[in-house]
């Protein structure tokens, strides 16, 4: 049973214009999320995390937004750069659990093209 | 941050054999853990490994196919055992300070079993 989807494998966005990736998640007990970018042949690299008790996470060219009731969450990219090209995970834990485990989307595959 | 770094980056086994794959962290680190990406899926948690203790295992996974150590608190290694096509995935190191804190991951070893 997949608790967190990434729905679209691929997007593709022109250079300087805004990338927008999406995730939702089923468990309402996430209270900690995490986007990473992962390279070909490398592992993820973590790039900005949400926590429950926010709704927005900014951090340069990317900000993080959360919809608790939507149990939804994107990822915005302004302005997008050829070398944010690469696989973006979508990630999500219950901290306030005390659970150590990350649960993953399937990634989304984004391209930008010069 | 933590520098994580995996031996081998890739193998290519044959069924029924054993490969042992090693996770060195540049600092001391209060969770270490391994995941699994087969093809076109999500990270799945294996594990985590516990310092001086018996590893602890997710559902699906059991000790006896993947037996893990972790001696210290930087080094851990995952073995995967009487291997089968099935077992052809990437699979990752990862490791985190604790709290809520993001996890960092190894550049990931790619296992072909034929």
């Known amino acids: 049973d997949q608790q967190v989807k990434q729905n679209s494998p691929s997007l593709s966005v022109q250079e300087g214009r805004i990338s927008i990736l999406n995730c939702d998640y089923t468990?309402?007990?996430?209270?900690?999320f995490l986007w990473y970018k992962k390279y070909p042949a490398e592992g993820p690299t973590f790039l900005i995390s949400i926590s429950s008790i926010k709704d927005k996470n900014e951090d340069g060219r990317f900000t993080v937004f959360l919809n608790k009731s939507a149990k939804h969450l994107s990822l915005h990219i302004v302005p997008s750069q050829p070398g944010d090209s690469a696989v973006y995970f979508c990630a999500a834990s219950s901290v306030g659990t005390g659970a150590n485990n990350l649960f993953f989307g399937t990634g989304t595959r984004l391209t930008v093209i010069p | 941050s933590a520098v994580i770094s995996q031996k081998p980056s890739r193998d290519i086994c044959q069924r029924g054999t054993s490969l042992t794959i090693q996770c060195q962290v540049d600092?001391?680190?209060?969770?270490m853990f391994w995941y699994r990406q087969q093809p076109g899926q999500s990270l799945t948690l294996i594990a985590t490994a516990n310092q001086g203790s018996e590893a602890t295992y997710e559902s699906g996974f059991v000790i006896d196919k993947f037996p893990i150590s972790r001696p210290n608190l930087t080094f851990s290694t995952l073995t995967v055992s009487n291997m089968s096509p099935e077992d052809s995935s990437i699979y990752l190191c990862?490791?985190?300070?604790?709290?809520?804190?993001?996890?960092?991951f190894g550049q990931g070893t790619r296992l072909t079993v034929v």
């Open positions: 990862s490791a985190r300070t604790g709290g809520i804190t993001e996890a960092f």
């Open positions: 468990n309402s007990m996430f209270d900690y």
């Open positions: 600092s001391q680190v209060t969770m």
